[in-house]
């Protein structure tokens, strides 16, 4: 895969947490986020007549993409996610194994985007 476009309300907030928590860097124009491997997201900004097509999830945020971070260790995926948590994220799940080797946390982006860390 080389990108994604996700729309949003606030780019500039998107910008900050993915750059601040994940490692991206942004272009010039700080609308697409370069992470390592050499995987893309693209801002789009979401205009006031434009919809949305998502669907409220349980808790009733309203869910556009789903992505995932591998991030190398569980010791990262549980520092990144307590950091998380003290800085007042909302964690979907906490750091858990899952069948014999799937080690990962959920959180929230700023826009209701679930973003999973995997060891």
């Not at 307590?82 to 799940?93: T, Y």
């Amino acid at each position: 895969m080389d990108h994604i476009v996700i729309s949003s309300g606030n780019p500039e907030q998107m910008k900050d947490f993915y750059i601040k928590y994940l490692g991206a860097v942004a272009d010039s124009e700080g609308t697409v986020l370069c992470f390592k491997g050499g995987f893309r997201i693209k801002l789009m900004p979401r205009g006031p007549m434009s919809g949305s097509r998502s669907l409220p999830n349980s808790s009733g945020v309203q869910t556009l993409v789903s992505l995932a971070f591998r991030l190398g260790s569980r010791k990262r995926v549980n520092i990144l996610t307590s950091r998380l948590v003290l800085e007042g994220h909302e964690v979907i799940c906490e750091p858990h194994l899952s069948g014999s080797s799937h080690y990962s946390s959920s959180v929230y982006d700023p826009e209701g985007n679930i973003v999973e860390l995997i060891a």
